[in-house]
């Protein structure tokens, strides 16, 4: 989460400088740097954080500049859309919520460094996202709405918003095509990629996104707060797709799952391309509506250059490789911060046998209705090992055997999405 917080905090700079030009920023320049370089903000001249995580305040470091009233602090911000932005995964204090907000999220991160820069009782942070929302979760005329719960009594000098992945089957597209949790069910991987494109080719997702960021700017009076921008970020491509030795590697959670041939992982990382290409043309046609831009897509796809899954002479699934920035099915948070309590699966995050959400009779509506990807990844599972007694796991284990394979939704929704 850190590298995104230094691209998002660099954009909001950049937007926020008149001197720049506004189109994506930073990206391409620091393409090359390596994730330490990102953390001591010594790229560009600017830093994303005045502390590293490690509790050591980087003292000559410059303070982060977010956007806010012209010679004022920004006193508040507000985070809406999806899991990326709720950060799922990246560590909870106590109990997780439905939403599955994480501790290391980077909005969190952004408002510890806006906290850092004054009294915290002077700003204000609200933290509207939640994993599965869809952009239709964020319009005011739904219920609930990401939008009609945004409180504009308290201020927001800029928002956050990270949307789209489920409007275009992000999940369909990972349990086809790489984990298979519904086993035969799962559907073709070409089945899935094609709705995604037919999605993308369609009118609805442009206007939807338009429709949500204009509901964002309308409800905080943007002419009356000329200052008020919207940093709309991306997804990042998941794989090195030109190595040969992943060809013969498997994420499927079934034995002999799908093969992380090139081929596949060309045409995933492809599928992220074209979502960023439309993410970007629906902020520039906002844009075109007003005589300052309001609205920022930062696309931070290059920042995972090396971080990808599948990279050089790696075997996956690694689970010891650090330099991934995505999480496996299971794998631990990378969070830099080791002082609070890293995400990891213990005993304890085992769900009883019991549990709704692994009963093939009633867990698939509630499932589908919240989108998450951890309660559909286990619901599919329960239901599959239930029509098939034969199926085993990739380790060919009999699924009787596998019963500590029933972990919180968490443990397989964290997957694909930014390690902390
Ligand atoms: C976790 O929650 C406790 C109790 O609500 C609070 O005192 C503590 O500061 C929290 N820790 C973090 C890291 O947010
Ligand atoms: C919005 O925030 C204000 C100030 O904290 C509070 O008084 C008010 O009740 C909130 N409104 C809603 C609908 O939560
Ligand atoms: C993939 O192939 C390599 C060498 O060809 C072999 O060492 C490795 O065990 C294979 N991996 C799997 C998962 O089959
Ligand atoms: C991968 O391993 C091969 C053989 O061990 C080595 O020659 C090569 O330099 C390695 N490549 C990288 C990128 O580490
Ligand atoms: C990442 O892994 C390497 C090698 O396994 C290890 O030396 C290093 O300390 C790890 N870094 C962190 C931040 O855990």
């Avoid at 911000?77 to 990246?90: L, N, P, Q, R």
């Avoid at 009356?224 to 919207?230: E, L, N, S, V």
């Avoid at 972990?407 to 999405?417: E, K």
Wanted: hydrophobic letters at 35%; a negative charge.
């Amino acid at each position: 989460m850190r590298c995104l917080v230094f691209f998002i905090t660099t954009a909001l700079l950049l937007s926020t400088s008149e001197a720049r030009p506004r189109s994506s920023p930073s990206a391409v320049r620091i393409q090359a740097a390596d994730r330490s370089e990102y953390l001591d903000g010594t790229v560009l001249d600017v830093t994303s954080t005045a502390g590293d995580g490690d509790g050591d305040v980087v003292q000559a470091a410059p303070r982060p500049r977010l956007p806010g009233r012209p010679h004022r602090r920004p006193t508040g911000f507000v985070a809406f859309g999806d899991s990326y932005s709720a950060g799922i995964g990246t560590g909870v204090n106590g109990t997780e919520e439905p939403c599955r907000r994480g501790l290391h999220a980077h909005p969190m991160l952004i408002n510890e460094d806006l906290a850092r820069q004054g009294p915290s009782t002077s700003t204000s942070f609200q933290f509207l996202s939640c994993t599965g929302a869809r952009i239709q979760d964020l319009l005011l005329h739904r219920e609930p709405s990401q939008i009609g719960e945004f409180n504009t009594t308290h201020t927001a000098d800029f928002a956050l918003l990270s949307i789209g992945g489920n409007d275009l089957g992000f999940f369909d597209i990972m349990n086809s095509c790489i984990f298979r949790f519904y086993s035969f069910y799962s559907g073709t991987c070409e089945e899935a990629l094609h709705r995604a494109e037919v999605q993308l080719a369609g009118p609805d997702f442009e206007n939807y996104l338009r429709l949500a960021i204009m509901e964002i700017l309308d409800r905080v009076h943007w002419e009356k707060r000329p200052w008020f921008t919207i940093t709309v970020t991306g997804y990042a491509r998941f794989f090195n797709a030109e190595t040969e030795e992943c060809d013969n590697c498997s994420f499927g959670v079934w034995w002999r799952g799908p093969q992380l041939k090139r081929e596949l992982r060309s045409k995933m990382n492809e599928m992220v391309l074209a979502v960023n290409d439309k993410i970007r043309r629906s902020v520039n046609a906002v844009n075109r509506a007003f005589v300052m831009p309001r609205v920022l897509f930062v696309d931070y796809d290059s920042a995972f250059e090396g971080h990808r899954f599948c990279e050089p002479n790696v075997t996956e699934p690694d689970y010891t490789r650090n330099e991934t920035w995505f999480f496996l099915v299971g794998g631990s948070d990378n969070a830099y911060d080791t002082t609070t309590e890293a995400q990891r699966f213990t005993e304890g995050d085992l769900l009883p046998l019991s549990s709704p959400l692994i009963n093939p009779n009633v867990c698939m509506d509630a499932a589908a209705q919240s989108g998450d990807w951890g309660q559909l990844s286990l619901c599919m599972m329960a239901t599959a090992a239930e029509r098939d007694p034969t199926l085993r796991l990739s380790t060919g284990e009999p699924v009787a055997e596998g019963t500590s394979m029933w972990y919180v939704p968490t443990y397989y929704g964290q997957t694909f999405h930014p390690v902390g």
